[in-house]
Structures are given as structure tokens and as C-alpha cells.
């Protein structure tokens, strides 16, 4: 025991402890899986069709108001695609993801709010993991239909790349983010991979594996939609 002590000391010091900072972006991927899982598996909620169908999806946990004053709205989470050259293989290590700007009427004395989007093409996901986007006019968005009866193949669905959701005071609902930027968010990829990885990388290349905080949110989506039942990419 003796003997060991010394060496159990020597690793301790050999393994920094987790920062604020990583804990809470480890807080973040954690908050994303918890959501992603309660609103998919609620009975009012998106189609199945429509996960079946999408490239990506954005979560973003409890996304509040900036300032009453003028309206502004801030979030973070996290956004995972199909890997694969056709976005046909398993749910892909998440980049972390900004929400910036848009006034969300529906919130009511800042109440947090949590986000689900869907990205229904290719055209979509390479947009906004290479810049910032704004919503309705770089990328085409809409309200996504909710209920698993819904018809999900309405001209506004079919034409949409973006389809978002949201969760407040227990009230889901599809709601339009138009004029709301999403942007990866790299200063946070940086801490969760403990080093600079382009957010298209991380989606598109693999280039760095499913950190831990994050098994729960990729795990549920691999079970939840293992395959990508979009037209010509069934396999």
C-alpha cells in the first residue's frame, strides 16, 4: 500500500481535473440527449416519418431570452448528422452549435425554451456547419407538424431544409425561427475534443469519436432512426 500510494499520487497529478468550462459543454451534450429523447418520445411528437427522413438534427436545451429589451434570444447545444458520403451510416460525434438572434413571442417572462431542429437535405447541413446561417433566408425553414398522424408530406415540409420544434413550460409545439442565426460553435468543439476540429470534420470526416457526455444523446437517435429512409438513400 505504501508502494501504491505514491504512483495513485503521481497519476492524480498527470490527469487535470475537468474545468468549468468542460463541464459545462459535458453539461450541454448531456441536457441535448436528455431533451432530444423526452420530446421525440412523447405521444403528440415530431412525425416518425420526418426523423426517418432527415440528415441532421440541432438540439438546443434551454435556450432563453438575451435581453427583454430588444428581444434577442442566445442558446447552445449540439447538432449530429448521418455519417456516411450519402448520410446513410450511424448518428456522427456532435459539433457543438450556437442560436443567436430572433424574437421568440411564445416565451413568457423568460421562460427557457428547448429547440429540435431538423435539417432535411444536404444543401442545409453543409451550410451551416461552414458558416453562419440565417434561418429563412440562407437556409429555407419552417414550423415542423407534430403527431404522429400528421401528414408529413405537405408542399411547406417538403420544400423546407430546416423544420424546428420547441418545448416550453411542458407545451411542444412546431415553431419558425426565421431570422435566427445558427453557427458552429468552435470555441466549444475546442474544449470538448481538447483541440481545434472543423465542425464539418467532426460530422462529415469522423475525425474524432463520441466523447462520453455525449453516448446518450447519439445512442437514442441511432436506436430511435438507424437508417435514413429519405428517397435514394435507403439502403
Do not use: H
Amino acid at each position: 500500500m505504501k508502494k501504491l500510494l505514491p504512483l495513485l499520487l503521481t497519476l492524480a497529478l498527470l490527469v487535470p481535473p475537468l474545468s468549468a468550462d468542460d463541464k459545462k459543454e459535458n453539461s450541454r451534450l448531456e441536457n441535448c440527449g436528455l431533451v432530444v429523447q423526452e420530446i421525440m418520445d412523447i405521444p403528440d411528437d415530431i412525425p416518425q416519418d420526418l426523423i426517418d427522413k432527415a440528415d441532421c438534427v440541432i438540439v438546443y436545451p434551454s435556450v432563453v431570452k438575451a435581453a427583454f429589451i430588444f428581444g434577442g434570444s442566445y442558446g447552445r447545444g449540439a447538432m449530429t448528422c448521418r455519417s456516411g458520403e450519402n448520410f446513410t451510416g450511424p448518428w456522427s460525434a456532435p459539433t457543438m452549435m450556437a442560436l443567436e438572434g430572433g424574437s421568440f413571442g411564445f416565451q413568457i417572462g423568460g421562460q427557457a425554451t428547448d429547440f429540435v431542429l431538423l435539417v432535411m437535405n444536404e444543401r442545409g447541413a453543409r451550410a451551416i456547419l461552414s458558416s453562419k446561417v440565417k434561418l429563412g433566408a440562407d437556409a429555407s425553414a419552417s414550423a415542423g407538424p407534430k403527431g404522429r398522424t400528421a401528414e408529413a408530406s405537405t408542399d411547406v415540409t417538403m420544400r423546407a431544409e430546416i423544420l424546428s420544434y420547441s418545448r416550453a413550460r411542458g407545451l411542444f409545439a412546431g415553431v419558425s425561427l426565421a431570422g435566427s442565426t445558427v453557427r458552429p460553435d468552435n470555441g466549444a468543439n475546442s474544449k470538448v475534443y481538447k483541440k481545434d476540429v472543423p465542425a464539418s470534420d467532426i460530422v462529415f470526416k469522423g475525425a474524432v469519436p463520441v466523447p462520453a457526455a455525449a453516448q446518450k444523446f447519439i445512442s437514442y437517435l441511432n436506436k430511435k432512426s438507424p437508417k435514413n429512409k429519405s428517397s435514394g438513400k435507403e439502403i
